[in-house]
């Protein structure tokens, strides 16, 4: 077999233009890997009835996938050292195609879930694969405005997602949008032969830290585990609580051993850096805002306002249009102002726009709820290029293919608890809301009593038998009360949500305390 052309020897064949040609690889990787990531959220009802499962199990659709994606971020280090960019590439598309058949042919959820895990391993694998290659042929002054055209492939996976799995489902079923990303990762791969360089080092391969793998993903796991369980099995089970017991002990030995040995998975020695620090501390909170919110959104359109798969889909396309044309901007003010004043920025816009969905209702209309989602992906755009430019310039040359995957591990780590805590929270503030409205509902009520007067007076007059017309009026009150409650406990999941982007100016305040560091360079061509 030939040997595959280093980078060097690829920018003698194209030219600058070589510089283009490997973005847009990298960047439909990328896009093929994150379009179902957030296409399934508006298929969640869908499957939710198909398969006879409440939410508790149905939030693992997003939860392992995202999880999933925090391992494979870690892979990719190793993956390139070892095999060279082409050969990861290619090989995690190819898994990647796998994964969606299996999905689309599941016979149950768990066989579904399965594959979504291996979906989510493979997006890991390209987000930080695909940042690494742009640090590799961009100068350092284009740097932020690469970033922001490689943000395009992130972004452009959730805005046509959502949208196209809505159409898909309305015209056949759910397991069709599995099926529309196979075309293009299968480009993809071809133009990773020709654009991708293979492995340029020559030295002896690095050797795979297998136990650290073993620890981090059991504490994964085991903490996403508990936390999905905590409602069905009881906080305080022994279940949930050796769960919890499992996920500190793997975790206190994940840091021990990733501390002693001399490869580990993870340099936990980046964190020594505080710029890097306060950057990675950003990324887990911007990554629970984020993917908890896009859960929520599409979930409570479709619950509580009854609208289709489509609706929900395009309510998710206007933002993610506009978070599009908007992150080359933020990548290219990254370069030219400082990154922090951006950030800040970005999350600001994420905290207004929770506030304002901590006041929805049933019926609030479709085009406020999408310029809700609007202001938050302008946040996105302002926060997502600057924050990759000002973690990894923190960063030595040495340590950037580690410090890239570390960045997009804690922002998809705090996506993956981020919405599992967010289906807990919405779990547990609909059924305080329930008990609270409940125990109003006396005689002593009169709006109460009213209501159940004009629902019996109803069914009498479409005909229900008398003595059913007393129950059916309960029932009734009942599924008002449920929905009211189920609106009360997403406005407290939003809240929760607004908080916490307002939080996370800390640890921006305090990235810009550090000061700037030395940029972490290439020789690009």
Same mark, same amino acid.
Request: aromatic share 12%; net charge neutral.
């Given at each position: 077999m030939p040997r595959a052309a280093t980078t060097d020897e690829l920018f003698e064949r194209y030219g600058p233009a070589y510089r283009w040609f490997s973005t847009l690889t990298v960047m439909l990787g990328t896009i093929s890997a994150v379009l179902t990531t957030t296409s399934v959220n508006v298929a969640i009802p869908d499957i939710m009835g198909a398969f006879g499962i409440g939410q508790d199990r149905a939030q693992w659709l997003s939860t392992s996938t995202l999880?999933?994606?925090?391992?494979?971020?870690?892979?990719?280090?190793?993956?390139?050292?070892?095999?060279?960019?082409?050969?990861?590439?290619?090989?995690?598309?190819?898994?990647?195609?796998?994964?969606?058949?299996?999905?689309?042919?599941?016979?149950?959820?768990?066989?579904?879930?399965?594959?979504r895990i291996l979906q989510g391993a493979v997006a890991?694998?390209?987000?930080?694969?695909?940042?690494?290659?742009?640090?590799?042929?961009?100068?350092?002054?284009?740097?932020?405005?690469?970033?922001?055209?490689?943000?395009?492939?992130?972004?452009?996976?959730?805005?046509?997602?959502?949208?196209?799995?809505?159409?898909?489902?309305?015209?056949?079923?759910?397991?069709?949008?599995?099926?529309?990303?196979?075309?293009?990762?299968?480009?993809?791969?071809?133009?990773?032969?020709?654009?991708?360089?293979?492995?340029?080092?020559?030295?002896?391969?690095?050797?795979?830290?297998?136990?650290?793998?073993? +620890? #981090?993903?059991? *504490? @994964?796991?085991?903490?996403?585990? !508990?936390?999905?369980?905590?409602?069905?099995?009881? =906080?305080?089970?022994?279940?949930?609580?050796?769960?919890?017991?499992?996920?500190?002990?793997?975790?206190?030995?994940?840091?021990?051993?990733?501390?002693?040995?001399?490869?580990?998975?993870?340099?936990?020695?980046?964190?020594?850096?505080?710029?890097f620090a306060a950057a990675a501390a950003v990324a887990v909170i911007y990554g629970a805002g984020i993917f908890g919110s896009t859960y929520l959104v599409p979930l409570f359109v479709q619950t509580i306002q009854h609208a289709t798969p489509l609706a929900a889909g395009l309510l998710l396309m206007p933002a993610g249009l506009v978070m599009g044309v908007l992150m080359p901007f933020g990548g290219y003010m990254s370069d030219r102002m400082s990154p922090t004043i951006?950030?800040?920025?970005? +999350? #600001?816009?994420? *905290? @207004?726009?929770?506030?304002?969905? !901590?006041?929805?209702?049933?019926?609030?209309?479709? =085009?406020?709820?999408?310029?809700?989602?609007?202001?938050?992906?302008?946040?996105?755009?302002?926060?997502?290029?600057?924050?990759?430019?000002?973690?990894?310039?923190?960063?030595?040359?040495?340590?950037?293919?580690?410090?890239?995957?570390?960045?997009?591990?804690?922002?998809?780590?705090?996506?993956?608890?981020?919405?599992n805590l967010l289906s807990v929270i919405l779990d547990r503030r609909t059924f305080f809301h329930s008990d609270t409205i409940t125990a109003l509902q006396t005689s002593a009520n009169s709006a109460t009593m009213e209501l159940l007067r004009q629902m019996e007076n109803l069914l009498a007059r479409a005909g229900v038998p008398e003595n059913l017309q007393g129950p059916g009026a309960l029932h009734f009150l009942g599924d008002v009360i449920h929905a009211q409650a189920y609106t009360m406990g997403f406005r407290d999941a939003f809240l929760l949500v607004g908080v916490v982007y307002v939080l996370a100016m800390i640890p921006a305040w305090i990235m810009a305390r550090t000061g700037a560091h030395k940029t972490a360079a290439f020789r690009p061509n």
């Open positions: 999880a999933a994606m925090t391992v494979g971020m870690l892979l990719n280090s190793w993956l390139m050292q070892n095999f060279g960019q082409r050969n990861t590439f290619n090989g995690a598309l190819v898994l990647f195609i796998g994964a969606l058949l299996l999905a689309g042919a599941a016979p149950n959820i768990e066989v579904l879930i399965f594959a890991g694998l390209l987000q930080p694969l695909a940042m690494y290659t742009l640090f590799r042929v961009f100068p350092p002054n284009q740097r932020g405005a690469a970033m922001g055209f490689f943000g395009m492939s992130v972004i452009l996976g959730p805005a046509i997602g959502p949208t196209l799995g809505g159409v898909l489902i309305d015209l056949f079923n759910w397991r069709f949008i599995f099926f529309a990303p196979i075309g293009v990762s299968a480009l993809a791969i071809l133009m990773g032969s020709a654009f991708l360089p293979g492995r340029e080092d020559d030295g002896e391969r690095v050797r795979f830290d297998g136990v650290g793998f073993v +620890l #981090l993903s059991v *504490a @994964i796991a085991t903490a996403l585990t !508990a936390l999905s369980s905590g409602q069905r099995e009881g =906080w305080s089970s022994d279940y949930v609580l050796t769960l919890f017991a499992a996920t500190a002990t793997s975790g206190v030995a994940f840091i021990a051993w990733s501390l002693h040995v001399t490869e580990p998975l993870v340099d936990l020695r980046v964190f020594a850096n505080a710029r951006l950030i800040m920025a970005g +999350l #600001l816009f994420f *905290a @207004i726009s929770a506030f304002w969905l !901590a006041a929805v209702d049933a019926n609030m209309p479709f =085009w406020t709820i999408a310029w809700c989602v609007v202001i938050s992906r302008i946040g996105m755009a302002l926060i997502k290029p600057a924050l990759n430019v000002t973690a990894l310039r923190a960063l030595t040359p040495e340590q950037l293919s580690q410090g890239s995957g570390m960045i997009n591990f804690a922002r998809q780590i705090g996506g993956a608890f981020g919405v």
